[in-house]
């Protein structure tokens, strides 16, 4: 089983930044493609970033200038980097790994989520 934890939201005024971070544990072999996606109710969760395991990254069109995302293969951990904030920015962030197991079987896991609030 993988476990992936996010961590680093918040509330933000416009303009600001933040630095969510997603922990993945549990029986890895090797962490594959990565991303962040985010949620408003009654919507879709879409993506935010997407990165390879060998750091190749794609951004929505809303994110792009904005925000970076990153990896530490060592660590296990992704992070996104979040310029520039907006309040259309508000959302539940989630944080998506396609992973190979330790018994070399391949799974998409989800987190469980963090809240970004964006409002003066």
């Known amino acids: 089983q993988v476990q992936l934890v996010e961590s680093g939201g918040g509330l933000v005024q416009p303009g600001g930044s933040l630095r969510l971070s997603c922990a993945a544990s549990g029986s890895i072999f090797r962490l594959n493609a990565m991303g962040w996606y985010r949620q408003v109710p009654g919507k879709q969760r879409e993506l935010v970033a997407g990165i390879t395991s060998d750091g190749h990254t794609n951004y929505a069109d809303s994110a792009k200038g904005r925000f970076t995302i990153s990896r530490d293969n060592a660590k296990n951990s992704l992070f996104l980097q979040m310029n520039s904030l907006k309040p259309e920015d508000t959302a539940f962030y989630y944080c998506?790994?396609?992973?190979?197991?330790?018994?070399?079987?391949?799974?998409?896991?989800w987190g469980q989520g963090t809240q970004v609030t964006v409002s003066s």
């Open positions: 998506k790994a396609d992973v190979t197991s330790s018994y070399l079987a391949r799974y998409e896991y």
